[in-house]
Nanobody, 123 residues
Framework: VQLQASGGGLVQTGDSLRLSCAAS????????MAWFRQAPGEEREFVAG????????SYKDSVKARFTISRDNPKNMLYLQMNSLKPEDTGVYYC?????????????????WGQGTLVTVSS
């Protein structure tokens, strides 16, 4: 397994969750990383991305003030801290490794995907 996401669950509106993604060293050290999510019946969408050094970060507008992406390169770990969760944040969250050192917003720029972890936010 090259990317393993965890940390999802069932929470209430306003709660917090922290997602984690364990990556193989080969994938992680020089690659941009991102979190995507897919709600039922919807297309997969970009949530947050971080370049290989953690110097450039981007977010989907609707999560910008609530979510924080981070990475721990020595541990090959990617994180997504999600605060003030809303029902519209519900979905399967995927971590992904980019083909390059930067993290784009386009799914086709990522060639490795974790298995996904389900986040359900009840109202």
């Amino acid at each position: 397994v090259q990317l393993q996401a965890s940390g999802g669950g069932l929470v209430q509106t306003g709660d917090s969750l922290r997602l984690s993604c364990a990556a193989s060293r080969r994938l992680f050290s020089n690659n941009g990383m991102a979190w995507f999510r897919q709600a039922p019946g919807e297309e997969r969408e970009f949530v947050a991305g971080i370049d290989w050094r953690g110097g450039t970060i981007s977010y989907k507008d609707s999560v910008k003030a609530r979510f924080t992406i981070s990475r721990d390169n020595p541990k090959n770990m990617l994180y997504l801290q999600m605060n003030s969760l809303k029902p519209e944040d519900t979905g399967v969250y995927y971590c992904a490794a980019a083909r390059r050192a930067i993290a784009s917003r386009q799914a086709h720029d990522y060639n490795y995907w974790g298995q996904g972890t389900l986040v359900t936010v009840s109202s």
